[in-house]
């Protein structure tokens, strides 16, 4: 089967829902080291492929042109939640860069930080497109686009040209022909990659530790590594996911979840232990649950022994974990939440 068992809620014992998936784990070469269920199953990374999506920001120049700190950068790789930090970074970036807010092609959404949404209400605002999740990719597309000379409109068009190098890039990562990746329109209108995970895991290795690759790519991905693993609040935001998880890990592992239940993790050369090598990691749940993924990805993490006990307990404090209970609208335990699999080495 493409999707097996991954996450499973009980109540009074009697399992009541379960979502499957299919997992990849993956070394810099490319080879299989772990898996559930097919790890060739073709899915679109959707947000978790915005690193290798900032990679021709860093490697045109660009990034170094504007003056982009690492802290900049993380946001371009980032699905951040438009905190006024958030906002702020990606305005200073585009001031940089000689861009402008109403140059995004990424719309509006609604915000999903409370204090934040109420504070905008009370001033008679809405959220505007650089609250948008996204919008530190598109300014980096839009940074490419001007340090390169190419058109700023339309900078979404899958032919446009910081497109055509993304799709390169990202290509080159997974180990693939351009040709062989499906894109399709994101949620933010700029285009998105569909590959197997075996392939987006591979890249995710790649992303950790790039030595085997051409200096410039080496460099641009360490240079993303780095920006993603010591700016976590930029990447999503403080009390979510990706942030937790790297905050307990620091610099060991780049975590970037996307929509429909994707998630790609890069673990650093030595996080299994002395002289264990890089690893990559692309999960896919099949029925798209964003409630699995989370869960799945620190099971996939501790099974492979790169999350220990102390550091499970620390993000368990913050409501992750790969079980924990169940609880009604009284706080009442009425059943448990885990994971349910093995990978198979």
Known sequence: MSFLPVF???????????????????????????????????????????????????ESGAAHAYGFTPRELALACASHHGLDMHAQTVLAMQQKAGVSESDLLCGTHPLDDSATVKRLHQAGLEPTPNRHNCSGKHTGMLAQARHRGL?????????????????????????????????????????????????????FARLADP?????????????????????????????????????????????????????????????LGPDSPALG???????????????????????????????LQALAALGFGPRGSSKNWRSLVVGEVRTCFELQR
């Open 8 to 58: 499973e809620l009980t109540r009074d014992g009697l399992v009541e829902s379960r979502h499957l998936g299919a997992i990849a784990v993956a070394d810099v070469q490319g080879r299989l080291v772990a898996s559930c269920g097919d790890p060739r199953v073709v899915a679109f990374l959707r947000s978790s492929a915005k690193p290798f999506q900032a990679l021709p920001l860093v």
């Open 151 to 203: 058109p700023v409109a339309d900078y979404v068009n899958p032919q446009h040209g910081v497109q055509q190098s993304i799709l390169a890039a990202l290509a080159e990562m997974c180990g693939l022909a351009p040709q062989d990746v499906i894109v399709g329109i994101d949620g933010c209108s700029a285009p998105n990659f569909a590959v197997p995970l075996l392939n987006a895991a591979t890249a």
């Open 211 to 271: 030595a085997g690759l051409p200096a410039a790519r080496a460099l641009a991905l360490r240079t993303i590594f780095a920006a993603m693993t010591s700016h976590p609040d930029m990447v999503s935001a403080p009390g979510h996911f990706d942030t937790e998880l790297m905050h307990v890990r620091p610099g060991v592992i780049a975590s970037k979840g996307g929509a429909e239940g994707y998630h790609g993790l890069a673990i650093a050369r030595g996080a």
């Open 281 to 311: 990691v692309a999960l896919k749940i099949g029925d798209g649950a964003s409630r699995a993924a989370g869960p799945v990805a620190l099971e996939v993490l501790r099974q492979l022994g790169a999350l220990g006990e102390v550091e």
